[in-house]
Structure formats: C-alpha cells, structure tokens
C-alpha cells in the first residue's frame, strides 16, 4: 500500500491544519494507522495512532488536548487535526500503516509500522 499525506503549510503559532493520509493500492480501512513527525537535526517520534475501528486513540503527550486524530473507513482517509499549534511542532509530518487484524491493536513504535508515506511540511511560525 502506498501512503499519501497532506494538509501541511504555514500557519501562525495559535493556529489550525489537518493533515489527510490516503492510500493507494490498498485500503486503510485494514490498518492501525500512525502519525509521525521530524523536526530538522531531530529523530523521528511518535505523535499519535488510531486502531482500525477509531476507537482509543492514542496520543504523545506533547499533544494530548491538541490534537485529534480520526478516521472516515468509508472514505479510506486518516487525519489529524492540529490545533493550538507551537513553534516546537514544526516538522515533517508522516503517515504510516500497518494491516491489523485486531481492532485494540494501535502502535506506537516506528518499527511497528512498514508502510509510510512521503511526509507533509508542517511550518508553525511564532
């Protein structure tokens, strides 16, 4: 399966963006899903995942209470609402799956996912 994320751009510290991940070749609505993100000279960390079913999502502290991640199976499309955002959250931001057979299971590792797609550009400006 082959991801595709989007949303990202500028926006000011304060500010609004949802970022979409779609697949091809494939469907989402098989997998555990996670977002990612890079900051320049950093490595990459977890920032939150939802089960194929969308129930407990599951978040990294840094973005509990400003983020939400949701998904519409119908639609094939996982997103995450970024609101409040910071200088600190600029960064790459990557999507990845992984083909679940149970709907409790929601990673939170990279090493737990195969498929990623190519990563938005998140700019937050303070």
């Known amino acids: 399966v082959q991801l595709q994320a989007s949303g990202g751009g500028l926006v000011q510290a304060g500010g609004s963006l949802r970022l979409s991940c779609a697949a091809s070749?494939?469907?989402?609505?098989?997998?555990?899903v996670g977002w990612f993100r890079q900051a320049p000279g950093k490595e990459r960390e977890f920032v939150a995942a939802?089960?194929?079913?969308?129930?407990?999502?599951k978040y990294a502290d840094f973005v509990k209470g400003r983020f939400i991640i949701s998904r519409d199976n119908d639609k094939g499309t996982v997103y995450l609402q970024m609101n409040s955002l910071k200088a600190d959250d600029t960064a790459v931001y990557y999507c990845?799956?992984?083909?679940?057979?149970?709907?409790?299971?929601?990673?939170?590792?990279?090493?737990?996912?195969?498929?990623w797609g190519q990563g938005t550009l998140v700019t937050v400006s303070s």
């Open positions: 990845a799956a992984r083909y679940s057979p149970s709907t409790l299971e929601v990673p939170t590792t990279i090493g737990r996912y195969p498929y």
């Open positions: 070749g494939g469907t989402l609505s098989s997998c555990a």
């Open positions: 939802i089960g194929k079913s969308g129930r407990s999502p």
